[in-house]
């Protein structure tokens, strides 16, 4: 895919592509964003597919507006609407409370979401163009360096990307700071391009630190990576007999024929589409949850492309109970 030079024109040709469910990679005053409509679902998915990270990591809402906050996350306490004053656009992350607008495969099926309005015109009119808020990573693949140039997205996304906006270099060239608000309670997340002093003085509240290298050999207990509170297992005959007597719920990854009297059957794409199968994931998984079930049973997916990442976050989920 070519790189282009950000201007009106082009910028309203970048928002077409997102309105259309397509992927743009733009310029923030930070890094650039691999960024995709925040409210489809589908485009989200194609986020992680490009990116080839190996499992499903929660993505930031970008904004042009403040008042998209409100429509976009749940939260009463007048520290945040302080940040958001002094700070934004610039490179603060929070997250906080989602609402149901946010679709779970943007936030990784976890309860928050995390929003920023960057500090850089050409991402900015390019949200605003979208009329949506658009999600995006570092445009990067997984692995490899944040970029800084339109350039180094070319070089690491090479032509999984329907467009390149160069906007020149950002100026920033760190990832923004993400803070998120939790009962009460305020914890830094990444240290990034706006400094832990600065987000103190302005609230008069100490930052606790929750950095995501903290606590390693147990990512699973981290409120970022999602598992269902109902017991899971992969479909296979042994965990078929051993449970029949329980109310299971099965998620099959296309449409399927099993003679057997399941309470609840979800299927994540019944054309057997993986992109389809992401997006799904987590909402259905959040739906077994209040059904009232006694285990889930899920259809095991190849391992590769997308299905990497859905078989990483099943395999993890289905730990805690083989
Ligand atoms: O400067 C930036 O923040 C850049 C530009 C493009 O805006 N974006 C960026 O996105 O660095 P990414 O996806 O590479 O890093 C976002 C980080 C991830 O480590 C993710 O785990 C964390 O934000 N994050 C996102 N949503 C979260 C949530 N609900 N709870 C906890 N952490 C979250
Ligand atoms: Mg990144």
């Known amino acids: ?61 970008h904004i042009s507006q403040k008042d998209w906050i409100k429509k976009l996350t749940i939260y009463d306490d007048e520290r945040i609407d302080l940040l958001i004053e002094k700070f934004w656009p610039g490179p603060l992350t929070l997250v906080l409370q989602k609402t149901d607008l946010v679709p779970d495969i943007v936030t990784s099926g976890n309860p928050t979401v995390a929003i920023r309005m960057p500090n850089h015109k050409v991402a900015l009119e390019l949200i605003e163009k979208s009329e949506t808020p658009i999600a995006a990573p570092s445009a990067n693949r997984f692995g490899h360096l944040s970029p800084t140039l339109a350039e180094h997205v070319k070089k690491s996304l090479g ?11 950002s100026n920033i060239g760190v990832e923004s700071t993400i803070v998120q608000f939790s009962e009460g309670n305020f914890y830094l997340l990444r240290p990034g391009g706006l400094s832990k ?61 099993i003679d057997f009297n399941f309470a ?27 059904e009232n079930l006694d285990l ?27």
């Open 1 to 61: 895919m070519s790189i282009i030079k950000a201007n009106s024109d082009s910028i309203a040709q970048a928002a077409e592509i997102i309105k259309k469910g397509g992927l743009v990679a733009f310029p923030t005053e930070t890094v650039y964003g691999l960024g995709a409509d925040g409210l489809n679902p589908i485009a989200v998915a194609k986020i992680f597919e490009v990116k080839k990270r190996p499992s499903f990591n929660p993505l930031i809402l």
């Open 159 to 169: 032509d999984k990307v329907d467009l390149i906006l160069d906007g020149g270099k």
């Open 197 to 257: 002093e600065e987000i103190e003085k302005i609230i008069d509240t100490q930052l606790s630190l929750k950095i995501n290298t903290t606590n390693p050999e147990s990512p699973g207990q981290l409120p970022y990576h999602y598992s269902p509170s109902v017991p899971l297992l992969f479909l296979n005959e042994k965990n078929l007999k051993k449970n029949s007597d329980r109310k299971i719920g099965v998620l099959f990854f296309k449409e399927k024929n």
């Open 264 to 290: 609840s059957i979800k299927i994540l794409s019944p054309s057997g589409d993986i992109k389809e199968a992401a997006a799904n994931l987590f909402k259905y998984l959040h739906e077994f949850e209040s």
């Open 296 to 322: 889930i049973l899920v259809e095991p997916i190849k391992e590769e492309g997308l299905g990497l990442a859905i078989m990483d976050r099943l395999k993890k989920a289905s730990k805690k109970y083989d």
